[in-house]
């Protein structure tokens, strides 16, 4: 009789952690306990063939389904381009600004944060596809793509136009960066590189190695970063938009920016 | 617009208040009736030879029930079947690597939980169990294989026309039975066969083939399902 009881007021506090848990997975594994719980409940009741069924498709093959359907809805996947101070590798780890954002974003609608690096010019590519949710990597906010949805600027920065040739070059596609920075990073050692546009983050970090045979010029006018969202993905540019209005308002952003340039 | 508010208003509340009254109008006129559960309790054993009085009414009393949850299962996983071979995934998700744990254990527990499936299924006369729970229990132990070995490798030892052939087989010789007894010209439902002496493994008339039956069919349907799920989603 205890035991039942014990048992029966554990129900209503399962049920209610499996509802009030943010991360899907958790909640499944509630869930899974609470059908558990409820088969054992059935057992004292008197009723072992309902413990049985309840057991074997509550608490072992729906649980099973729920992960398989969590495994694509549960995520946030962000593609971008590794950037020193905005979103880097650091061993195992990735960190930076963009990275604190984005999963105090992904914890607040309570997805698993997965960031795949890519070439910069394959970013908007990714979100046409519908490969991915998010794109981010410094991207700056006069980037030339309708389609995909913008956020407003959380960072300003600036743009600096490097090139070898005396005559600063006038046309920017030509110099528009592509591939990984980190290889941009090594062909600019070597030399190789005649001439490109950087923002201010890839700037800063190009600026540690030799950067004298270059004439470096700043573009006029207001530039800041911004993440890209998929196209057709109005609720999550939404509510992406609003989180970062309320970073901003609370003082987080700033602090965080700090952080991590200063 | 706005009529057309005021009029589903109405409407709900005279639905409400119907439904009410019919409740009220029930409990009213009659008491509810304890006798059938005495007449089931007194006659079953006799009339069915199944130890397990549950069963001995799922299977016998109330067989047309048990068939169409049977039926509603098959629409389920044929449901799934369907939208789930249209269904192509833009991006592969990775698979989680193996892992020398969730293998071993697989290795480990496969044979006492498909065992136990069976056994389930066979004794659904004499003790709890039965069709239901036995096909289910031997599923996830497949699922448990799946996980470890990938869904694509267990399923390849299966023949899958055989499969397909099989599931949908069962399903009409289970839906028949209880036209044979009619067929035969014995009591509609009560026994194919004689009932037996009670407790015995081979008793209950013809319950035990019934769970037979519907043991294999929710099994391959359990299977379709686990298979189609990580085939077209990913891999757990």
């Known amino acids: 009789m205890i035991v039942l009881l014990v048992l029966l007021s554990l129900l209503p506090v399962l049920a209610a952690f499996a509802l009030s848990r943010r991360r899907r997975f958790t909640a499944i594994v509630g869930m899974g306990l609470f059908s558990l719980i409820l088969s054992a409940v059935y057992l004292l009741l008197h009723a072992p063939d309902v413990a049985v069924t309840e057991a074997a498709i509550n608490a072992a093959l729906i649980t099973f389904i729920y992960i398989i359907a969590i495994r694509k809805t549960g995520r946030l996947v962000v593609v971008s381009d590794e950037i020193p101070g905005l979103l880097y590798r650091e061993g195992e780890q990735i960190s930076g600004l963009e990275q604190e954002i984005l999963s105090g974003f992904a914890r607040q609608l309570g997805l698993e944060l997965v960031i795949r690096f890519l070439p910069v010019e394959q970013v908007p590519t990714a979100l046409h596809q519908g490969e991915a949710d998010i794109g981010a990597g410094g991207i700056i906010s006069e980037i030339d793509d309708n389609k995909v949805l913008k956020t407003q600027g959380y960072l300003p920065t600036a743009l600096y136009h490097l090139s070898r040739q005396t005559k600063p070059h006038l046309k920017q596609e030509e110099s528009a960066i592509t591939g990984f920075f980190s290889d941009l990073r090594e062909e600019f050692q070597a030399g190789k590189t005649q001439a490109c546009t950087l923002d201010l983050a890839r700037f800063v970090a190009l600026s540690r190695s030799d950067l004298s045979p270059y004439t470096v010029r700043r573009l006029d006018g207001l530039f800041s970063y911004i993440f890209l969202i998929a196209p057709a993905r109005e609720r999550l540019h939404h509510q992406f938009v609003s989180y970062l209005g309320k970073l901003e308002e609370g003082g987080e952003l700033e602090k965080l920016t700090r952080r991590y340039f200063s | ?236």
């Open chain 2, 1 to 236: 617009m706005r009529y057309r508010r005021i009029g589903l208003i109405v409407y709900a509340t005279i639905l409400v208040c119907c439904f009410c009254g019919l409740v009220i109008a029930f409990f009213s006129y009659q008491e509810p009736t304890r006798e059938l559960g005495a007449i089931y309790l007194s006659r079953a054993p006799s009339e069915t030879g199944a130890a397990n009085i549950v069963s001995a009414i799922y299977l016998n009393y109330r067989l047309y029930d048990t068939l169409f949850e049977i039926l509603i299962f098959s629409v389920a996983v044929l449901g799934v079947r369907f939208y789930l071979s249209d269904y192509r995934e833009k991006e592969i998700v990775e698979k989680i690597p193996e892992s020398q744990i969730v293998r071993t254990s697989a290795d480990l527990f496969f044979p006492p939980i498909f065992l136990i499936g069976i056994y389930l299924t066979l004794s659904g006369h004499l003790s709890p169990g039965g069709g239901f729970s036995g096909g289910v229990v031997a599923g996830t132990a497949l699922l448990l294989c799946a996980v470890a070995l990938g869904a694509n490798t267990v399923g390849k030892r299966f023949h899958e026309p055989t499969l397909r052939w099989l599931e949908w087989g069962v399903l009409l010789v289970v839906l028949s039975l209880p036209l044979l007894p009619i067929v035969v010209g014995r009591l509609p439902f009560t026994a194919l066969l004689p009932p037996g002496t009670m407790g015995k493994v081979i008793s209950g008339g013809s319950i035990p083939i019934d769970n037979l039956l519907i043991g294999i069919r929710v099994f391959i349907g359990t299977w379709v399902i686990i298979h189609y799920f990580m085939r077209h989603r990913g891999e757990v």
